[in-house]
């Protein structure tokens, strides 16, 4: 690989460049109109403007992305997060172009990407999973009597999403009809495919997830991650390993993970996500994402590995030079998300000119943000400024460790969640481990906040 294209923006296109840089690799930033005087922009070694500032227009183009890659000599695509990077016709049209996809290949996104396949594939892996539907919905089947079987709650998803959207929770059976309807024109809406399933709910679950590394002969896991603290299912606040697992559960989803990955051929970097009742101790299978995360740093802090430096390898056929023995996990971290967004006024997206960032720095801290001191945030994209990454030797000093790295980080400019993650991380049910995936919105309605 002598020449990468990345097809994205933000922290994560500087991500991606940072490590291109370090390979000797030349790196090229596909831009909108408005991102074109961006971090990435500055940082990567070509850059080309795609198209306006929507991203339907711009970063979601195919034709334009793939021109802006044979225009520039590159000879792979790397996709990053979001936008492109679990669409398994743009990944064909990448390889059919001739070039390296950094990726799984289009057959296995299309199989992960489809949530109610995705959910056949690990039954048949031995995966664990929830009571639900095999398959999606199909025209005449009797929902009330489907869902009555499971029990209720459930949750209707939509079998092509991901990322926490496309799910809609039906408590009793009279809200069953409408809202199926809903999350089918919800899901039509987002995803061009109406096809929805069934799964049960679990109150009070904790969000846990496996890093798995492969490359067609060895299948490895990197071990696992705890998402809980999420606002209306979107991770903020994520950790590594995930804190108090009995230690059956933690090595049947590593187990089950990496024989997941086998039985689907699966190649590069990818993460098993499972839901845990911390009551009945059971875990479950949710979906399996195609493409590096944004977490994927916690992992890297335990680990000691660059995961971006591994995706880059396994595309170009390398093979993989370590086994699981090799692996070594050491201390505890965690990773916040830093959004412009406003808090008090009901997380409403904050853009602007970013006046001053201080970042926070000292022993086990890292910042990856896609935005410094003068940049504007555009209002068209994604909130995400960037992440404040915390490592320590133990979860207890990792928490201290984070406090004091929040109170140091300091934004003017835009609103920013900075606060807010300072005060989760303080919370003693934080430290105690009684969060779950709805916590925060319990949090907000103790402070007199109904968002």
């Known amino acids: 690989m002598q020449k990468l294209l990345i097809a994205n923006r ?20 596909v831009v909108s109109e408005a ?12 850059v080309i403007v795609v198209g306006p500032a929507p991203a339907g227009l711009s970063y979601l183009n195919h034709e334009a992305v793939l021109k802006a890659a044979l225009d520039s000599g590159a000879d792979a695509v790397h996709p990053g997060y979001g936008f492109l990077s679990e669409n398994a016709e743009f990944a064909r049209k990448v390889i059919g172009a001739g070039l390296t996809w950094v990726g799984p290949s289009p057959e296995s996104i299309e199989l992960m990407g489809d949530k109610s396949r995705a959910r056949r594939a690990a039954i048949d892996a031995g995966v664990p999973t929830l009571p639900g539907t095999e398959c999606a919905l199909q025209e005449g089947d009797d929902i009330d009597a489907i869902a009555a ?56 679950a904790r969000h846990v997830e496996v890093q798995i590394l492969c490359d067609g002969e060895t299948y490895l896991h990197l071990g696992d991650r705890d998402c809980s603290m999420q606002r209306r299912q979107q991770k903020i606040l994520e950790e590594a390993p995930a804190p108090d697992l009995p230690e059956a559960v933690r090595e049947r989803m590593r187990e089950s993970s990496v024989q997941l990955a086998r039985q689907a051929h699966y190649v590069g970097v990818g993460t098993v996500e ?116 915390v490592w320590a030797p133990t979860r207890e000093l990792a928490i201290a460790r ?4 929040l109170r140091e980080a300091h934004i003017e400019g835009v609103r920013t969640t900075i606060g807010l993650l300072t005060s989760l991380v303080t919370l003693q049910d934080f430290a105690e481990v009684n969060h779950h995936t709805t916590y925060i919105e319990s949090f907000l309605d103790s402070l007199g906040d109904t968002q």
Do not use: C, W
């Not at 984070?402 to 790295?405: F, L, V, Y």
């Open 149 to 204: 079987e499971i029990g209720f709650p459930l949750v209707v998803k939509a079998s092509a999403g991901g990322g926490g959207r496309g799910i809609r929770l039906v408590e009793e059976p009279a809200q069953l009809r409408g809202t199926v309807e809903i999350a089918q024109a919800e899901a039509l809406g987002a995803f061009n495919s109406s096809d929805v399933y069934f799964e049960k709910f679990v109150t009070k």
């Open 274 to 389: 499972f839901l845990y009742d911390p009551t009945s101790h059971e875990v479950a299978f949710i979906e399996m994402n195609t493409r590096i995360q944004v977490e994927h740093t916690i992992t890297e802090a335990i680990t000691g590995m660059d995961l971006v430096r591994e995706q880059l390898r396994i595309a170009v056929g390398e093979k993989l030079s370590i086994t699981q023995d090799d692996i070594q996990f050491s201390g505890h971290a965690l990773e916040f998300r830093i959004n412009a967004e406003d808090p008090d006024n009901k997380f409403m997206p904050s853009p602007g000119t970013i006046k001053t960032m201080n970042l926070p720095g000292g022993a086990g801290v890292r910042s990856d943000f896609g935005f410094i001191a003068g940049k504007t945030v555009a209002p068209f994209y994604d909130s995400l400024l960037g992440k404040i990454i």
């Open 10 to 29: 933000g922290e994560i296109a500087v991500r991606i460049i940072r490590t291109a840089r370090e390979m000797g690799i030349v790196t090229v930033a």
């Open 402 to 405: 984070s406090e004091r790295a």
């Open 35 to 46: 991102d074109k005087s961006s971090f990435a922009a500055d940082l990567a070694d070509e």
